[in-house]
């Protein structure tokens, strides 16, 4: 059974950091995107980051870059997205999906193929 298992959200500070886990399960990372999405109150959901199957590119969205830093460890089946000097317009639900082949999957929001329940990310003074 493919699972995808978010962990590490929280409260922050303005200009603080937090790390997001996705653990996987049941498919090989060498053959999936993954890309985190958030979705804040009243808000479309939209991409943050993804990183790709053999190929490890990473993307960013523009509000992001210089920010945000996703990885993959394939050894523990889990994807991270390092975020620091958050504000508050980076408050949302943090999900992350996973889509077959490909090297960018940021777009990708209405095409992804499987999804976590998400982790809440707040953040605030």
């Known amino acids: 059974q493919l699972r995808l298992v978010e962990s590490g959200g929280g409260l922050a500070q303005p200009g603080g950091s937090l790390k997001l886990s996705c653990l996987t399960s049941g498919f090989s990372l060498d053959y999936y995107c993954i890309a985190w999405f958030r979705q804040a109150p009243g808000k479309e959901r939209e991409g943050v980051s993804s990183?790709?199957?053999?190929?490890?590119?990473?993307n960013y969205a523009d509000s992001v870059k210089g920010r945000f830093t996703i990885s993959k460890d394939n050894a523990k089946k889990t994807i991270y997205l390092q975020m620091n000097n958050l504000n508050r317009d980076d408050t949302g639900t943090y999900y992350c999906?996973?889509?077959?082949?490909?090297?960018?999957?940021?777009?990708?929001?209405?095409?992804?193929?499987?999804w976590g329940i998400g982790t809440l990310v707040n953040v605030s003074s």
């Open positions: 999906a996973a889509r077959a082949g490909g090297a960018n999957c940021l777009q990708w929001v209405d095409g992804m193929d499987y």
């Open positions: 990183i790709g199957t053999r190929i490890t590119t990473a």
